[in-house]
Structures are given as C-alpha cells and as structure tokens.
T-cell receptor, first 114, second 114 residues
C-alpha cells in the first residue's frame, strides 16, 4: 500500500513564525504535491515537484516555498505565517507515467495561525 | 486554463438510496482524464473512480459509476445502494493528458442517513 505521511495532524502557530510542514512517501514516487483545502474552494495546488530539487509553482504559491532534498520527502515552508494561511494542507504523491497519474494523499495538517 | 465546477455543496440521502453528484468542467483539451476522489471525515482522500476521455464507455467500480458526457463536459458520479460509509466529501478532478497536476472542483459534502 502507498503510504503518504505528514508530520502533524494539527498545528497552531503565531503570526510571523516560520512554519515547516513535512511530507514523506514510501512508494518511490517521482511527483509530490502540496495543496491547501478551504471550504467552498476545494483543493488548490500550492507547489509541485517532479524530481529531487525540482519544483514548479502551482496556482497559489504566494507566501509559500518548498524543499525537496530527497525523493521521498517534500517540505512546505511558510516563511512568515499569516492568519490567512489558516487552512488544511494536504500532501500527495504520484508516479510519473505517460498516462494518467493517480495521486495518493496524506492525512492532512490542519494549521491555525493566531 | 481548466476549471471544474461542482454545483451541489451539500447533499443528503437515506441509506440504500441512489444518489448522483454533478460535475462540469471547462477545457479546450481533447485528451484528458477525470476523477472522483472521496474524503471521509478525518480520513485520507482516496480515489473512487477514473475515466479516460477517449473512452466512450462509462467507468464503473462496484456501486460507483459515472455518466460521462464529453460534448456537454459533464462527469457525474452515481452511488447505488448508498451506505453509511459513503458519507464523505467528494471531489471531482481533471487532469490534462501528459500533465502531472490535478484541477479540483469545490467539493460536495454527502451525508448518508440511517
């Protein structure tokens, strides 16, 4: 079974703090993704990585950065957390194929910024 | 850019009934994939069913089936003999062929009542 794990289920941080969200997958997938999920907006892609040290901006990258130093690990960084970054953050991974790519999701991290 | 629209924010049915969730999308691509993902309360998102746009036959997975209308750009999910365990958020998603990224709809919260 594919396993995608995230470092925390719940996280509370203060405005201005630097926040790290970690994601690890154990299926040797090339692709990894960070989404945020907000009611009424669905999932929106923040960043995506298709290889180690490679990254691509998604639809809402502002205020976020990412790091992928190892294939299995993809980190989302909030350089200076703000209250509008309070959200559910989901990590996903997928293999890289020519045809469709099913994404496998982690359990999510609910981040509250006070 | 592709967009996915789920017009039903919430639905509620009795156990054993059949329910249909709607999804429309907008794209100029001719080759793509469509997905329905399920996110149970406090649990990880999982893939329910997928459809390749080049296939005319509607996909079916046990009690789950889709009605794919390519010309109308519609992709609805039918759940037959609904069960309490079907209670979840359901997301419709689009992937362009050759792309790695998913575009999600806003989600539909489905509640199955005993």
């Amino acid at each position: 079974d594919v396993k995608v794990t995230q470092s925390s289920r719940y996280l509370v941080k203060r405005t201005g703090e630097k926040v790290f969200l970690e994601c690890v997958q154990d299926m040797d997938h090339e692709n990894m993704f960070w989404y945020r999920q907000d009611p009424g907006l669905g999932l929106r892609l923040i960043y995506f990585s298709y290889d180690v040290k490679m990254k691509e901006k998604g639809d809402i990258p502002e205020g976020y950065s990412v790091s992928r130093e190892k294939k299995e690990r993809f980190s989302l960084i909030l350089e200076s957390a703000s209250t509008n970054q309070t959200s559910m953050y989901l990590c996903a991974s997928s293999p890289q194929r020519e045809w469709y790519n099913e994404q496998f999701f982690g359990p999510g991290t609910r981040l509250t910024v006070l | 850019a592709q967009t996915v629209t789920q017009s039903q924010p919430e639905m509620s049915v009795q156990e054993a009934e059949t329910v249909t969730l709607s999804c429309t999308y907008d794209t100029s691509e001719s080759n793509y994939y469509l997905f329905w993902y399920k996110q149970p309360p406090s649990r990880q998102m999982i893939l329910v069913i997928r459809q390749e746009a080049y296939k005319q036959q509607n996909a079916t997975e046990n009690r789950f089936s889709v009605n794919f209308q390519k010309a109308a750009k519609s992709f609805s999910l039918k759940i037959s003999d609904s069960q309490l365990g079907d209670t979840a958020m359901y997301f419709c998603a689009f992937m362009k062929q050759g792309a790695q990224k998913l575009v999600f709809g806003q989600g539909t919260r489905l509640t199955i009542n005993p």
